[in-house]
């Protein structure tokens, strides 16, 4: 009998070979998938918008693009990153199916890309990552010790994205009634 998959689930142990950007977060080392980051920008401040998730710091106008701005700690319930003069936003370029969504994820620092073979990936661990287990797409082996891979599509759920989407659509309008004042 052929085992399928329901709802997005995969039935099979999936690696995902390829290069990562190794990016510092309170003193741990992530990789997030090269494929979905489109560049890298110095931090910036921010406009905040009310009433939004504690991890969502606000929006940032990136040539005349509204993006929504995500404090990775925040958003793994860790303490707010403290900015310094290494800390960045990433700008990442999210796929599901048909649609695509722009938004910056603050980090404390940008180190290398590393590329990982697929032996080099181990499968998420069910438990003590630290981390809630749909947001690792695997465990990178690096000089003999693990390296947490992020599954940044799932690190923001669908709803998450959508909402986000709202948000920057409803900063658009209001940064056009401002500026028309």
């Not at 993006?67 to 303490?79: E, H, L, Q, S, T």
């Not at 986000?164 to 409803?170: F, G, N, Q, R």
Request: with cysteine; proline share 4%; charged share 20%.
């Amino acid at each position: 009998m052929e085992m399928v998959a329901v709802g997005g689930a995969s039935t099979e142990q999936r690696s995902w070979p390829g290069q990562y950007l190794i990016v510092q977060l309170q003193g741990e080392a992530f990789g997030l998938d090269i494929s979905s980051v489109r560049e890298i920008i110095a931090y910036i401040v921010p406009t905040q918008i009310p009433m939004m998730p504690d991890f969502v710091v606000g929006v940032i106008n990136l040539r005349g693009q509204v993006v929504p701005v995500i404090d990775m700690a925040r958003r793994f319930g860790r303490p707010t990153t403290q900015i310094h003069k290494r800390s960045c936003i990433i700008i990442l370029d999210l796929q599901d199916g048909h649609s695509r969504q722009r938004l910056g994820v603050v980090v404390d620092a940008v180190n290398e890309v590393l590329e990982f073979t697929a032996e080099q990936i181990e499968a998420a661990p069910q438990f003590g990552a630290g981390l809630r287990t749909e947001f690792i797409r695997g465990m990178g082996k690096v000089a003999g010790s693990f390296m947490i891979l992020l599954e940044m599509g799932r690190v923001l759920s669908l709803e998450e994205m959508s909402a986000l989407s709202a948000v920057a659509a409803e900063a658009d309008a209001i940064g056009a009634v401002d500026s028309g004042s």
